[in-house]
């Protein structure tokens, strides 16, 4: 079966530097995605890893490390309209379109 | 209209009704999805459609019917379900390229079964 763990929820304060974590052992690995889902909302595309190392946009950077089934969510200079949950989601066929979520980590960012 | 939309928004059903959900893309995509979101659970990819042709049923029950007249338009129709259907149901959609395949979700039906 496939297993994609990343923690439930998360607390960090306005301005500050959080890092959220996601492990997976799946059958297959074509590339790790991360989605931001406000409350009510639908998720948005924030980044997209296949190959280890740091990929930076902005405020937001995603890690990967293939050998360890480890990739990581960082956040910087949080902001309130950051509160959301994260998707860890892993590719697991050649084609890239199935994806399999782990269940989210809800951040709620305080003042 | 812009991006990915679904309705209705909200659905409430009994057991034995037949009801349909609709979604429609405008981004010129060539693959569309259905997943189930539940309280507490992981989003659960259900259906994959590519150049209209449907390329995963991800152990569905047979309740749940998809139908994708063409590359802009999905369905799921819905008849004789059970309680524990209530979720939201999401449709996405993506360009098949090599590289990243980045699905747009649309809002969601959040569809409620008595």
């Known amino acids: 079966g496939q297993n994609i763990d990343q923690p439930t929820e998360m607390t960090a304060t306005e301005g500050a530097i959080v890092q959220i974590n996601c492990t997976y052992q799946t059958s297959g690995f074509n590339g790790l995605f991360w989605y931001q889902q406000h409350a009510g909302e639908a998720p948005t595309f924030l980044s997209y890893n296949v190959l280890d190392g740091l990929e930076e946009k902005g405020r937001f950077s995603s890690f990967l490390s293939r050998s360890k089934g480890y990739s990581y969510l960082l956040l910087k200079e949080l902001q309130m309209k950051d509160s959301a949950s994260y998707l860890c989601a892993v590719s697991l066929n050649n084609a890239g379109n199935m994806l399999t979520f782990g269940g989210g980590t809800r951040l709620m960012v305080k003042p | 209209e812009t991006g990915v939309t679904q309705t209705p928004r909200h659905l409430v059903m009994g057991m034995t009704n037949k009801k349909s959900l609709k979604c429609e893309q405008h981004l010129g995509h060539n693959a569309m999805y259905w997943y189930k979101q539940s309280a507490k659970k992981p989003l659960e990819l259900m259906f994959v459609?590519?150049?209209?042709?449907?390329?995963e049923n991800n152990s569905v029950p047979s309740r749940f019917s998809p139908e994708c007249p063409n590359s802009s338009h999905l369905f799921l129709h819905l008849h004789t379900l059970q309680p524990e259907d209530s979720a939201l149901y999401l449709c996405a959609s993506s360009q098949e390229t090599a590289g990243v395949n980045e699905q747009f979700f649309g809002p969601g039906t959040r569809l409620t079964v008595l």
């Open positions: 459609y590519n150049f209209k042709e449907q390329t």
